[in-house]
């Protein structure tokens, strides 16, 4: 995945990709690289763990949520 933005008079490319490792049989990686917005994150799965692909969605989904709420508070 990726995504240009444009801060001020700079471009900026920004690239991220998940992989299941050479243990795992699914990802539990998440990323948020949102076009909207300048917010981009990354949550580790914690592969070997019950249910790290909700935990990772989780952490995503509850800051970006957050984030949309209370942007325009700056």
Do not use: K, W
């Not at 444009?6 to 690289?33: K, M, P, W």
Request: charged share 20%.
């Amino acid at each position: 995945m990726s995504m240009p933005y444009q801060v001020g008079e700079f471009g900026v490319a920004i690239s991220g990709a998940t992989d299941t490792g050479q243990e795992r049989t699914h990802n539990e990686d998440c990323l948020y690289l949102p076009e909207e917005t300048c917010l981009l994150m990354v949550a580790d799965g914690m592969g070997g763990h019950d249910a790290g692909d909700v935990a990772s969605r989780t952490a995503i989904d509850t800051i970006a949520d957050y984030f949309r709420a209370t942007v325009h508070e700056l």
